[in-house]
């Protein structure tokens, strides 16, 4: 916790620096400091804006694959294969088994699926 404090505040101690080093020394360790936290603000942003890759809202987006169609029960009728996974998903489509979907919500452990449209192909004559 505490190499966060210091790590995020090395602008401002790296003004110390200039107490204990020649004018022309201070000024380069100062430039030196500013870069790697210039740096490192950088790659912590853009670590903030990746969109997480497990758990529940790592599967929004995620494409799936109806198995079977349960019944009206348990807020849930269908169930589908996600990266390996079985989950319970409603949707408001009409689905068949081996149709493709796509994860629009996750809601506990009941997914909001809708149907990926897939071009038909064209009767050969």
Do not use: C, N
């Not at 790296?14 to 100062?30: E, K, N, T």
């Not at 796509?102 to 071009?119: F, H, P, Y």
Request: proline content about 5%.
């Amino acid at each position: 916790m505490y190499l966060y404090i210091i790590f995020f505040s090395l602008p401002l101690l790296g003004i110390l620096v200039f107490w204990f080093l020649p004018l022309p020394w201070a000024i380069l360790a100062y430039l030196v400091i500013l870069l790697v936290s210039g740096l490192m603000y950088w790659v912590v942003a853009r670590a903030m804006k990746r969109r997480p890759d497990y758990g529940s809202e790592g599967l929004i987006g995620a494409e799936a694959r109806v198995v079977s169609v349960l019944g009206a029960h348990d807020d849930a009728r269908y169930l589908v294969r996600v990266r390996g996974e079985l989950w319970k998903a409603h949707s408001r489509d009409d689905l068949k088994p081996d149709d493709t979907v796509r994860v629009l919500a996750v809601s506990g452990l009941i997914l909001t699926v809708k149907k990926i449209k897939t071009e038909q192909s064209q009767p050969q004559s």
